[in-house]
């Protein structure tokens, strides 16, 4: 896949626990979290996301397009509909499977790899855009995945990113069927509490730690500062109270 040696890694040092563990926890989520998120696809979110995508492309020609943490496959479907040219890498294998099933029903195509978000198996310069949804909050080492991404982007490329600053936060397990955590087991609810809270970026207050570390890359970043009220308007939907931020990032 790769056509070019990879930049050197600036010290990063990847902790296979901790991966292990991460890449564990959400293959054991996959099967829940890709009905949640065929359900967000096909009821009014969809739409809303698209819309939202779509303002963000500075152009109707066809991008390639790198969807990182790529889940059940949830922006790979929007992009390859809008004639995108999509590849999509996640950590957790069950969740590429899942997200392999999604397109293929929704009638779509695009390609996908296992993959660390932190150590990319791409050329410099390869896509047009990045795009990640909620995955920067479960990495060990956003300075180095914002490092890679940056790296395969094309000049005047953007990074797209779209968190909430989950370290502000203890997960619990509520009965409302329409909380992300209703039916997931109380012990998967703890072990996620206990990954977040080894991670540094949850010391981190976010998005304004994000947006001055991809200026100090050399980005020019623009922020949103909430956009559930335009991408959650479907009130089953609604699953916590943070802003919904979005990042802006071109390289110049």
């Known amino acids: 896949m790769n056509t070019k040696p990879l930049a050197p890694l600036h010290g990063y040092r990847p902790n296979p626990q901790l991966n292990k563990q991460i890449e564990s926890y ?15 696809l096909t009821g009014p979110c969809g739409p809303a996301w698209s819309t939202l995508l779509a303002g963000k492309l500075w152009t109707d020609k066809p991008l390639k397009i790198l969807d990182i943490g790529t889940g059940a496959g949830f922006f790979a479907i929007l992009l390859s509909q809008q004639g995108h040219e999509v ?44 795009i990640s949804r909620n995955l920067t909050w479960t990495l060990p080492d956003v300075m180095q ?50 990954i977040k809270d080894e991670l540094r970026i949850s010391t981190h207050r976010r998005p304004q730690w994000d947006a001055q570390f991809l200026q100090d890359l050399g980005m020019q970043v ?31």
């Not at 009130?235 to 931020?245: E, I």
Request: hydrophobic residues 40%.
């Open 26 to 40: 959400w293959d054991m989520r996959s099967a829940d979290f890709s009905k949640l998120r065929l359900k967000e």
């Open 87 to 130: 590849t999509g890498i996640d950590m957790s294998g069950d969740m590429l499977h899942q997200a392999k099933q999604n397109v293929m029903a929704a009638g779509c195509h695009a390609e996908f790899a296992k993959m660390n978000a932190q150590e990319l198996d791409f050329a410099d310069a390869a896509f047009d855009v990045v």
């Open 145 to 194: 995945a914002y490092r890679e991404w940056y790296r395969v982007l094309k000049k005047g490329g953007r990074l797209l990113n779209f968190d909430s600053d989950y370290g502000l936060v203890t997960f619990s397990r509520k009965d409302e069927q329409k909380d992300v955590h209703a039916n997931i087991k109380e012990e998967l609810v703890t072990e996620c509490n206990e």
């Open 222 to 252: 623009t922020i949103d500062d909430d956009i559930a009220p335009l991408v959650h308007v479907d009130p089953d939907m609604h699953f916590d109270t943070l802003p919904l931020f979005g990042l802006n990032a071109q390289k110049l």
